[in-house]
C-alpha cells in the first residue's frame, strides 16, 4: 500500500487500516483534539479525535518528514543512551 492508494479508499477505509496496520508512534494535544500518529507502510497518518465527542474529525496522510516536528519533543530518545 502506499499513500496515493491510501488516499483513494473512504474514510472508514482509511481509519480501519490505520488502526490495524498502522504503528502508533505517539500523541499531540491541540486545542479541541488529540492527534495520534502513526507509521504505515511508508508514509505517516495522523488521526485527529476530537477531545469532547471521541470522535475521528480528520485523517491526514503524508510522508514529508518535516510535519513530525510537532512530536518531537514527546519522542524519549533516552534508551538511545543507555548503557548496558
Known sequence: ???????RLNE???LS???QK????????T????????QLHSFYVELYEHSHFNVVTRIYA???TTLL??????IS???LFATQ
Not at 498502522?22 to 494535544?29: C, H, P, Q, T, Y
Not at 486545542?31 to 502513526?38: I, K, N, R
Request: with cysteine; proline share 2%; net charge negative.
Open 62 to 64: 503524508f510522508t514529508d
Open 31 to 38: 486545542a479541541y483534539c488529540s492527534v495520534h500518529l502513526f
Open 22 to 29: 498502522g504503528v502508533a508512534i505517539a500523541e499531540r494535544k
Open 77 to 79: 530518545i533516552d534508551d
Open 12 to 14: 472508514m477505509q482509511q
Open 1 to 7: 500500500m502506499n499513500i496515493h492508494k491510501f488516499r
Open 69 to 74: 516536528e510537532p512530536y518531537l519533543e514527546s
Open 17 to 19: 487500516l490505520t488502526e
